[in-house]
């Protein structure tokens, strides 16, 4: 009887003790999740904001640009409450335990495979931009004001999507990376056509198109531009257009006049013999050109006659100097200009073979 009454009390307390777990769990969960056995008179504190119209604001994302400048992820989920008697005693199942670093990286990693971001809210329908935005422990991405206002109406937390309940969200900034980069690829755009325009249009008016009737309106194109020119120009200051075309006139004289004074004319026969007298002053008798001799100005006597017919001919200058007939030549055929001068004094001559 003893061992009875022992099995019944202890099967008594058992069912007391699961009774008033059960009881904890669903106060605790259920009814008033904010109440505890512990503390009965723990009120509720809500984070109410001080401004009263601060919950209709919708958040851009612009503040935190402002404030922080960087783009840092991080969990909107608080820590999870501690567990019930119930869940010790395992009698109801526990929650899941919250997602580590490398789970939501695989998280995401699905998410931009399937790109939610590049897609506008389901909620909404809107393109994210720069508003905040939440990635789902589904892979699913929102709004996060949209998901707030979704979870407010409905009255549960569960994914508009998969309808996944107790998820966890965590803030991400991948479609306002997107945004910029599309911003900045639409201005790079907008400039490169900008550039190949102008590029363009100075080409038009520079280059001579292949096409003949192209050709021809291209060079209308110039013959009226000139013309234009020229009529605003006569028209706003005649006295100044003719005083242009003197000095220039002027100028032409001036370059004729000096030509004229460089030409020499044509030595006589008397010259020729003061020039040949001045060589046989000097002296030198090798060729500047190709440093062999030359053969004399003196007569030479009959015995001479047949070697000094095997040399080379002699050209005299006016201007004094000897050169070989062949290298002299070849000089004025390497020349650049249509009448060389001297090799030696760079000055005009006339030449005479001797």
Not at 16 to 35: E, G, K, Y
Not at 114 to 128: D, L, M, T
Not at 211 to 216: G, P
Request: charged residues 30%; proline residues 5%; glycine residues 2%.
């Amino acid at each position: 009887m003893a061992m009875r009454k022992s099995s019944k009390s202890k099967t008594s307390n058992n069912l007391v003790i699961t009774s008033v777990a059960f009881q904890d769990h669903i106060t605790r969960t259920l009814l008033h999740p904010n109440f505890s056995f512990s503390d009965p008179l723990l009120r509720c504190k809500r984070n109410t904001p001080k401004n009263p119209h601060a919950r209709g604001r919708v958040e851009n994302g612009l503040q935190q640009r402002q404030d922080g400048g960087n783009e840092r992820e991080y969990v909107l989920d608080p820590a999870p409450p501690p567990l019930t008697l119930a869940q010790k005693m395992g009698l109801v199942a526990s929650p899941a335990e919250r997602l580590t670093e490398d789970e939501w990286m695989q998280v995401k990693a699905r998410s931009v495979q399937q790109g939610e971001s590049a897609q506008p809210c389901a909620i909404c329908r809107e393109e994210f931009r720069l508003q905040p935005q939440v990635l789902l422990s589904c892979s699913h991405v929102f709004h996060r004001a949209c998901l707030r206002a979704f979870e407010r109406f409905s009255g549960r937390k569960c994914c508009p999507m998969c309808r996944r309940e107790q998820y966890e969200t965590r803030v991400i900034h991948d479609a306002a990376r997107l945004f910029r980069h599309q911003c900045a690829t639409r201005i790079q755009a907008c400039w490169r056509g900008y550039v190949a325009r102008r590029w363009y249009r100075h080409m038009r008016k520079t280059v001579c198109p292949k096409d003949k009737d192209l050709r021809r309106k291209f060079f209308e194109a110039k013959l009226q531009e000139l013309n234009d020119s020229f009529v605003r120009y006569c028209h706003t200051d005649t006295e100044a257009f003719l005083s242009d075309i003197d000095r220039s006139l002027s100028s032409s004289r001036r370059v004729f006049e000096q030509l004229e004074r460089k030409s020499i004319s044509e030595p006589q026969e008397n010259d020729w013999d003061r020039i040949q007298s001045q060589v046989i002053q000097r002296g030198v008798w090798d060729c500047p050109i190709c440093l062999t001799a030359l053969c004399s100005l003196d007569i030479p006597t009959e015995a001479d006659r047949s070697s000094h017919q095997q040399r080379r001919r002699t050209v005299l200058l006016s201007c004094s100097h000897l050169f070989h007939q062949l290298c002299l030549e070849a000089f004025e055929s390497f020349a650049a200009d249509s009448r060389p001068s001297c090799p030696l004094c760079r000055s005009a001559y006339h030449k005479k073979l001797i």
